[in-house]
């Protein structure tokens, strides 16, 4: 006897119509980054990072930065 080796597919039992295919990936959307203020200068920057303006991080001075 012949032995096949033959991979077994999940084969859907109907065609997804392009509506419900939509529907189901209408939560896949790219969303606009989360900002807060600096408590210390007040720039827009995201959350729990060093402030790039002033270069602190949760009250404490992180980085060095040339204040002209």
């Known amino acids: 006897m012949l032995k096949l080796d033959i991979q077994l597919f999940a ?4 065609k997804v119509s392009k509506t419900r295919k939509r529907m189901r990936r209408t939560h896949y959307k790219i969303e606009a980054n989360q900002t807060v203020k600096c408590p210390k200068c007040g720039e827009l920057i995201r959350p729990h990072r060093v402030c790039p303006n002033c270069g602190n991080y949760k009250g404490k001075e992180v980085v060095k930065t040339n204040e002209a």
């Open 11 to 14: 084969v859907p039992f109907s």
